[in-house]
């Protein structure tokens, strides 16, 4: 069984962070843990607060898990603040674990922030460097990569932008840009991009968390890079098509495996 690790923030209405990551990993077949970096009490519709776990206890769980626990991939997603980032990134480079996949959140769909403003620095310095696939969307692409992104070359501009920062694959995602939903992985050689009609759907929380830890499962389970974001393309794709219409704001990409596997339609299973 391979053995996958989130290190991410606890969102409690189950739609993305912490709980989306679990639950992709279990609909890969893969063994999940996690660690916790904050708590953030949110919904649907809203971010109410958040609350840090304090950079020693995300050291102690990082710790925890890597002394027993031999670890085939770590998905990595909302980091607050620098602290936390610092804490992260001292542990990845002491562990040194295979498959570093970072998505780099810095809002919720609904606009809330989830990252301090001033952490963008850290973010470049300290935490793009440990990533073997970093997973921005066009408004965090556009963030950490300085320019404005309207189209398909400024999409290619920023993932080559992005990649001269340290990490080894970029993937600059296509959930906020209008027409079909495409994202461009760019290698340090070539760009591949995965594309598919947009779902007409406001059930969209943890469409981003849902992707990155699909990536992760599928580069445990061995997959190259390239075959890794194809598939993990597909799993968001039908947990899109498939999302919840629960709560008043967007609901959750839906997690069901046979769904993943089979292609059934959605009157099938509900
Ligand atoms: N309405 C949609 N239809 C089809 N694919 C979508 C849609 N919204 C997002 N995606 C896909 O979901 C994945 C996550 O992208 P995105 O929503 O941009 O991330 P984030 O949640 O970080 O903002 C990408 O593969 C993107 O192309
Ligand atoms: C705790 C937590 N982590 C990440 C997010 C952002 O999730 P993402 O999949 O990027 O997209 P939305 O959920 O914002 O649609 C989050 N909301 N909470």
């Given amino acids: ?58 050291q102690k769980q990082i710790d925890a898990v890597f002394e027993d626990i031999e670890v085939d991939a770590v998905k990595i997603g909302m980091l607050s603040t620098p602290y936390c980032m610092k804490a992260v990134a001292e542990k990845l480079r002491q562990y040194k674990p295979k498959n570093i996949v970072i998505d780099p959140v810095m809002y919720a769909k609904n606009g809330c922030p989830l990252m301090n403003p001033n952490a963008v620095d850290t973010l470049i310095k300290v935490v793009i460097p440990c990533a073997d696939i970093l997973t921005p969307n066009i408004p965090e692409a556009e963030k950490i990569s300085g320019m404005t992104i309207s189209s398909m070359e400024d999409m290619e501009a920023a993932a080559k932008r992005i990649y001269e920062m340290g990490c080894r694959n970029v993937i600059v995602k296509g959930g906020h840009a209008i027409g079909n939903a495409v994202d461009v992985l760019y290698d340090g050689r070539q760009f591949y991009h995965y594309e598919t009609y947009r779902i007409n759907t406001k059930n969209t929380h943890g469409t981003g968390c849902t992707f990155s830890s699909a990536i992760t499962s599928n580069l445990a389970l061995g997959l190259p890079v390239p075959q890794a974001v194809e598939q993990a393309k597909q799993y968001v794709t039908t947990a899109i098509e498939h999302a919840l219409s629960i709560g008043k704001g967007n609901g959750p990409t839906h997690h069901f495996y046979d769904l993943y596997r089979n292609g059934l339609q959605k009157s099938e299973v509900l």
């Fill in 1 to 58: 069984m391979k053995k996958v690790l989130s290190i991410a923030g606890s969102d409690c209405s189950g739609g993305a962070g912490i709980q989306a990551d679990l639950k992709t990993f279990s609909a890969h077949g893969v063994f999940g843990m996690s660690v916790i970096v904050s708590i953030v009490a949110e919904n649907t519709s809203r971010v109410i607060d958040i609350q840090d776990v304090t950079p020693d206890m995300i």
